[in-house]
């Protein structure tokens, strides 16, 4: 019965890996077409509909937020679903499915970096050389083996907008540890989905949402669905359910898997081809990230 509950777990983690990589396929595919505000918007208004329902069957009810909360809840909406998706749309119209997963992928490490510098923790040689190699991989797979072209001007806008992804949700991540000593974490994510979708819709409309929302195709909005069902509502609440009951040093190495899936997708769905370069990346990212986040106690297992 143990063995089939934890095996349960496992599969669902290794599933929201799949369904986070298959976030990268569904964006590409949709930001060709409709707008980077309002694929954020729909995304968003889809997902908060569904977690106000799963927190209110999970918990009761959606808890009031106290005076104190508020700020950082607004925070936590503005940085991990208004920037990051704002920019992980944008960056998507530009590069391949399989180059921005390689560059998200960093996100743990900069976690690290940035938790040693604001919030003290310490940074050991293990995850310094995590840190290393992790970038060294991002560096490769980003300028497709030609290191030479990482100092050349050309290099492009579309990784830039994925990079600031990666800065959006470090600072989401840092702020998420001080809101969820007060608040579940899905009560959490449904608050700053809801904060983000509230933000976007002022943007999309501008964009000319509900002047072209009826000219969207059947498969925009099948990918605008996915992402706001499987990429945000199933993965966030099994991913936490991961957490709950594994740990969330266990449960954050299934993080790894999402590049290989984002990259398997984008090679079976669009196409994009799988290159030496990005091989030697992702082995080099995905061994960082798992460095990075080894814990130093050996378990007593």
């Given at each position: 019965?143990?063995?089939s509950s934890s095996m349960k777990i496992y599969v669902k983690l290794l599933l929201t890996a799949l369904f986070w990589g298959g976030t ?278």
């Amino acid at each position: 019965m143990e063995f089939s509950s934890s095996m349960k777990i496992y599969v669902k983690l290794l599933l929201t890996a799949l369904f986070w990589g298959g976030t990268f396929v569904a964006g590409r595919i949709v930001s060709q077409n409709v707008e980077p505000f309002s694929i954020a918007f729909l995304r968003f208004a889809i997902a908060s509909i569904f977690l106000i329902l799963l927190t209110w069957k999970t918990e009761g009810k959606l808890p009031a937020l106290k005076k104190l909360q508020i700020i950082p809840v607004i925070l936590l909406g503005m940085t991990g679903i208004f920037t990051y998706n704002v920019m992980f749309f944008k960056g998507l119209k530009i590069i391949q499915a399989s180059r921005a997963s390689l560059i998200i992928a960093t996100c743990p490490v900069f976690i690290s970096i940035f938790s040693a510098f604001f919030l003290k923790e310490k940074l050991n040689l293990t995850k310094g050389l995590g840190i290393v190699i992790s970038v060294c991989g991002a560096i490769v797979a980003i300028s497709k083996g030609n290191i030479n072209q990482i100092f050349d001007t050309s290099l492009g806008l579309g990784e830039l907008y994925i990079f600031c992804c990666v800065l959006s949700w470090v600072a989401y991540s840092l702020l998420g540890k001080a809101v969820m000593n007060n608040l579940s974490p899905l009560a959490s994510v449904s608050y700053s989905a809801i904060v983000g979708a509230v933000a976007l819709s002022i943007p999309a409309y501008f964009e000319g949402l509900f002047q072209n929302i009826m000219n969207q195709s059947i498969l925009d909005w099948l990918c605008i669905s996915y992402l706001g069902v499987f990429g945000t509502v199933i993965g966030f609440v099994w991913y936490y359910q991961g957490v709950e009951r594994l740990g969330p040093t266990k449960a954050g190495l299934f993080i790894n898997f999402v590049p290989i899936f984002a990259i398997l997708c984008a090679f079976l769905i669009l196409h994009e081809p799988i290159t030496p370069s990005l091989v030697v990346g992702t082995v080099l990212v995905i061994s960082g990230v798992y460095l990075t986040n080894r814990t130093s106690k050996v378990s007593a297992t």
